[in-house]
């Protein structure tokens, strides 16, 4: 199939987005980018938590191959799935149809995941051989290439729903929260308290709740598909070719940057560990914490453990703006590391482990929440070096490790349920008391091995002086493109100001859209304009006087 052009299969007016507005209103955001992205949520949360339970505790795989398959297995998958992310991307770049270049690739998507997620649970009771072939080919039938298809559209679609920044971050918020809070509240919390305890290690029950859920995920995706629209896609036009850095050179400038290295290796370490932390999870309460498959144990964890990170957002960028990145991170990774150096020495007592958990939590809020700020700096910090931006190449390297370190540590952990001498539930559900060596790998793998990340996490950025540097960095930064422009007889102007034109002319673009579509519906239902006009303005300015009196009552 050529992705210049996408063929008659869309083309067809009956593909088209049920949206028509030339503004994001509230039927695409809470449809388009909230429930229709819910159902891929949910199944994938379930294969990211749930998987390495069903192949350990019910098909019994871990020992092939001595357990060597699967710990090479994973990694080499997530290697694969690392490529085809940025092969997607390029293709997703390069579509051009009548639906634009992100949304079909959602209808794609939509049945490589239903048939690889039921086949990533259904391995036949067969020869090690066969059960081998079967493995190899669903996981990565799943993750590298049904997962990245619709991963990769979902995340363009964000970009390309509109220029209105305010429009964009309404979206891009929406996004956000259903990727954390949906994953968080169900599978985190109501999957292990009402789904898991059913299940048990009956092979055919785990086949019947994947297909289920499997086929929620069909429609959500067809909601999503419909319910968006890519406004970008539609408006752009040609631009002039600008003269682009080769890949090798963007890289090269990365990797003589000190402030850049520090982050990506900080990155790997916090990745591994937090992927490890995530595979233990349920191992851990299973078998110290609580009995197997309680209903109660892994949802206390969750819900208690994890209770800060839902209003680190709050207090984090105030402490930032107050006391910089470096001191905030620095502070934060110590209470981590005490934290779960003391979760170690009583990891049976409930109580003590929800408040060493819950200290935990409070330390990694500057990971969850400005690392990515981060970033940003050690890249203003590159291009004040080297003279270009290397954005394409940062996020590059910065979305393999995510999903490289994934596979690593599923493959560690794995290697380690073989090594300690993990005993699995028998196939009726009856279980034995796993030895000592066991359950201190988990609570090792759970909070001892992440304290240990996070030591190396925090000598890490002892290094860290942008904070101070940043300043003089971007203002060298904007010296140097306005003496180039002055250079070439042209004006420069900063991001900042760009932005500003920009979104006054969005602004401007929305405000003729809101009218031309209010007259079309005021001339369609028998309304008078003026009169709806009219009490449009008069919300609008007590919505605005909200707003100021807000602002007053907090600069008081």
């Known amino acids: 199939m050529s992705f210049n052009n996408f063929g008659k299969m869309f083309s067809s007016e009956k593909l088209d987005s049920k949206i028509h507005s030339a503004n994001v209103e509230n039927k695409e955001r809470w449809l388009g980018f909230f429930l229709g992205p819910a159902g891929v949520i949910i199944l994938n949360a379930i294969m990211a938590q749930y998987l390495n339970i069903y192949w350990s505790d019910v098909a019994k795989i871990t020992g092939i191959a001595g357990g060597a398959f699967i710990l090479i297995f994973p990694i080499v998958s997530k290697i694969i799935d690392a490529i085809t992310n940025v092969i997607m991307g390029r293709i997703i770049d390069t579509t051009k149809s009548r639906q634009g270049k992100a949304r079909p690739w959602l209808i794609f998507a939509a049945p490589i995941l239903f048939i690889s997620a039921i086949l990533c649970f259904s391995i036949p009771n067969a020869n090690q051989t066969v059960q081998v072939v079967w493995i190899i080919f669903s996981y990565n039938l799943y993750y590298s290439i049904g997962y990245t298809i619709y991963y990769m559209s979902h995340m363009m679609l964000v970009p390309l729903s509109t ?89 090269k400038a990365c990797l003589t940057d000190k402030y850049w290295v520090v982050f990506m290796i900080a990155q790997i370490v916090i990745q591994l560990v937090t992927n490890i932390q995530n595979s233990s999870l349920i191992y851990y309460c299973n078998w110290v914490l609580g009995t197997y498959n309680d209903g109660i144990t892994t949802t206390m964890v969750s819900a208690i453990g994890n209770f800060p990170l839902g209003i680190g957002i709050l207090i984090m960028w105030p402490l930032v703006r107050k006391f910089g990145k470096a001191k905030v991170m620095e502070t934060g990774l110590i209470l981590a590391i005490v934290a779960g150096f003391a979760f170690c020495l009583k990891p049976e007592n409930m109580g003590w482990v929800l408040i060493m958990l819950i200290i935990r939590a409070i330390g990694v809020l500057p990971i969850t929440y400005i690392m990515i700020a981060m970033l940003a700096d050690a890249m ?177």
């Open 163 to 251: 220029r209105n920044s305010k429009q964009r971050d309404g979206v891009a918020m929406l996004s956000n929260m259903a990727m954390c809070l949906i994953p968080g509240f169900f599978v985190a919390m109501l999957f292990p308290m009402l789904v898991l305890p059913a299940l048990g290690v009956d092979p055919a029950k785990w086949r019947l709740m994947i297909v289920i859920f499997s086929i929620i995920m069909l429609p959500c995706i067809m909601l999503e598909y419909f319910f968006t629209k890519e406004r970008v896609t539609e408006e752009m036009a040609e631009q002039e070719n600008e003269k682009t850095v080769s890949f090798m050179e963007q890289l």
């Open 380 to 556: 203003d910090h590159v291009e004040w070096k080297s003279g270009f931006r290397v954005d394409g190449v940062s996020m590059s390297i910065y979305t393999i490790i995510f999903t490289v370190a994934a596979g690593v540590a599923q493959g560690l952990f794995n290697l380690g349920l073989n090594v300690s001498g993990y005993i699995p539930p028998a196939a009726d559900g009856t279980w034995v008391e796993q030895t000592q060596t066991v359950k201190n790998f988990f609570v090792f793998e759970y909070q001892g091995l992440y304290a240990i990340g996070m030591v190396i996490v925090f000598i890490l950025f002892l290094i860290w002086k942008l904070d101070k540097e940043l300043p003089q960095i971007q203002a060298d930064i904007i010296a140097r493109h306005k003496a180039e422009a002055a250079a070439e007889g042209r004006v420069w102007l900063s991001p900042e100001e760009q932005a500003a034109i920009e979104q006054k002319e969005n602004d401007r673009l929305a405000e003729e859209n809101r009218i031309r579509e209010l007259k079309e519906k005021c001339q369609r239902k028998g309304l008078n304009f003026e009169e709806e006009e009219e009490k449009y303005q008069k919300k609008l300015a007590e919505k605005k006087a909200k707003e100021e009196a807000k602002k007053a009552k907090k600069k008081k």
